[in-house]
């Protein structure tokens, strides 16, 4: 069993920049795939960027080039550096952890990006 907590959401203007970040309890971190999804009302919850064990990346195109995705597993934690913020990329932010068939999600953590 996994629980994660994720951190760091808040108000920010256009063009700022915050950084989520999310722990993990259990065993076997560094064997999971993590990621980062987001949801808004009425919508699908939508991957934003993941990490492998062997730290390859991935990013939703709307994301390339501003986002960055980043992992410590000594502290099982994983992170989301967010800069150029939009207005678009306002919704809740949930951090995911899986592997194999086991798959987890974080409460989520609201980030909003409004002047």
């Known amino acids: 069993q996994v629980q994660l907590v994720e951190s760091g959401g808040g108000l920010v203007q256009p063009g700022g920049s915050l950084r989520l970040s999310c722990v993990a309890s259990?065993?076997?971190?560094?064997?999971?795939?993590m990621g980062w999804y987001r949801q808004t009302p009425g919508k699908q919850r939508e991957l934003v960027a993941r990490?492998?064990?062997?730290?390859?990346?991935n990013y939703a195109e709307s994301v390339k080039g501003r986002f960055t995705i980043s992992r410590d597993n000594a502290k099982k934690s994983v992170y989301l550096q967010m800069t150029s913020l939009k207005p678009e990329d306002t919704a809740i932010y949930y951090c995911?952890?899986?592997?194999?068939?086991?798959?987890?999600w974080g409460q989520g953590t609201q980030v909003t990006v409004s002047s």
């Open positions: 259990g065993t076997n971190f560094g064997l999971y795939t």
């Open positions: 995911n952890a899986a592997l194999t068939i086991q798959n987890y």
């Open positions: 990490i492998t064990r062997s730290d390859s990346t």
